[in-house]
């Protein structure tokens, strides 16, 4: 800070420090914002890890249960349950250990990692993990991981698929070369990571165990079971096609043995008739000539293992009633102009594809099992009919209609800052990026864009404007804002939204209190 032979005075040393300490600030900045970000991605994996925690409790009781019914099946998967438990919960307790170092270090023995202050510390990581004991913790750590890794690798070798989820999900690699900067899987988990960002990571790294520990060990569990069966009982099942049965249709169901010997078919008979049978099932079909609750009765028998014919009783009911229609507005009781309505036609105990559906005074296209209607422009007033008819047996049954209202759809809200009047913060309206339009209490999810506003206010006595041609705030009004003072007011006016296909509305206007 001087020059020749000349010695600093105090004061240009004074400066020079400070010019120093700025420029390391500089250097070392991070914002608020993200710092905030970092705790909120942190609390969310924590939040998950703990859901895991009791979905793997549940597993693990389940696993008891079933160990008590039957030892000497479940024994050795249960014996490795719990191998994986104990080296879960030892590895996320190391790491809890870790982030609890982490804090204490950085704001003292009172922090917790769920209580501290030292967001945006730099060093305090790297100091533990790569620093101190010559990077021993780190180093530790990266064993911990791999020998778990292996531990569950070792465990589901046969399922390729969740050997790879475990081994891309608990990774030590180095990361790739990049921008010819080669570094390790220490440095880049530790190494000049703000303090929030190093605990959210250490909470990834706990949310990892915990989910390739509910993986593994839900493997395990549903291997007990893997090609075996489990008929002790022998009952007879009835399959209708449907218990609901319009009038003029046919009651349709299959009846066989739970468990079925596949060298002879049993005999059922009903009503004193005996079905047909396929495939091991007899085929019940009556007609459905009355209204109202319907029940049927008989028999069904196979050959016992001794030679003796085995009968079971069986029977079954089924409501029969006069056709009907429900059509279901997914929205709303009405239609919109200019928007995709969609609508759910079914009838019960008819399938979709045999209905016939009409709409007037609107387009509709069916997607799936839903229709959506598109009124026909102009028409908002006006009302549109759906009408809905069936083949049933050979002919063509009329089931119903149902009148909507077509109604136009409501404007939009402009808002700013998320308000539409009130008071704000001088700073907090120039960080605003400009006006935005949101649907309030609006089922549907429309998108529209402010295209034009304009901001004026008092200056020296007169009233000063400036107009921006999109949504967002121009200099210019930016400049006017900068010159208002505290209780002055804001005004945002001609505002101006474009809607679903080019509707453009007029919007109310926006009234801000500097405070």
Known sequence: MSGGNCPETPRQKMIGMMYLFLTAMLALNVSGELLSAFILVDQSILQAKESVEKKNNILYYEFDAALSANESKVKENWDKAQIIKANADSLVKHIESLKELFVKTADGPEATPYNYTSTNNTDVAGQIMLTERNGGRSTDLKDRINKYRELLVGMVESDTALVNTIINTLVTADPPVRDNVKKTWESQKFEYLPLSASMAMMSQLQSAARNMESDVIRYLYTKLDEGAFKFNKVDPLVMPRSTYVIAGDTYYAEIMMAARDTTQDPEVTVRGRKLETRQGRGILSIPATSVG????????????????????????????????????????????????????????????????????????????????????????????????????????????????????????????????????????????????????????????????????????????????????????????????????????????????????????????TID
Do not use: C, H
């Open 293 to 512: 609750q319907q029940k049927w009765d008989g028999e069904i028998s196979v050959m016992g293992p001794d030679g003796s014919p085995r009968t079971y009783r069986i029977s079954g009911e089924y409501l029969v009633s006069q056709p009907s229609v429900v059509i279901s507005p997914v929205k709303m009781n009405v239609f919109y102009e200019g928007v995709e309505n969609p609508v759910e036609v079914s009838v019960p105990g008819v399938p979709s594809e045999n209905l016939s559906v009409n709409i007037t005074n609107a387009r509709a296209v069916k997607r799936g099992n839903q229709y959506i209607v598109s009124p026909n422009p102009g028409s908002s007033g006006g009302e549109s009919v759906i009408s809905v008819s069936a083949k049933i047996n050979n002919r063509d049954q009329n089931l119903g209609r149902q009148i909507f209202r077509i109604k136009r759809v409501p404007d939009p809200i402009a808002k700013i800052g998320g308000i539409r009047e009130g008071s704000m913060n001088k700073a907090l309206l120039l960080a605003q990026m400009g006006v935005v339009a949101e649907m309030e209490s609006f089922d549907f999810d429309l998108n529209w864009r402010v295209s034009r506003f304009s901001v004026s206010t008092i200056r020296q006595g007169y009233q000063v404007e400036e107009t921006s041609d999109s949504n967002l705030l121009t200099d210019r009004q930016k400049e006017l804002i900068r010159g208002t003072a505290r209780g002055q007011k804001v005004y945002f006016e001609n505002i101006r939204a474009v809607g679903p296909g080019g509707t453009i509305r007029s919007l109310g206007s926006i009234t801000i």
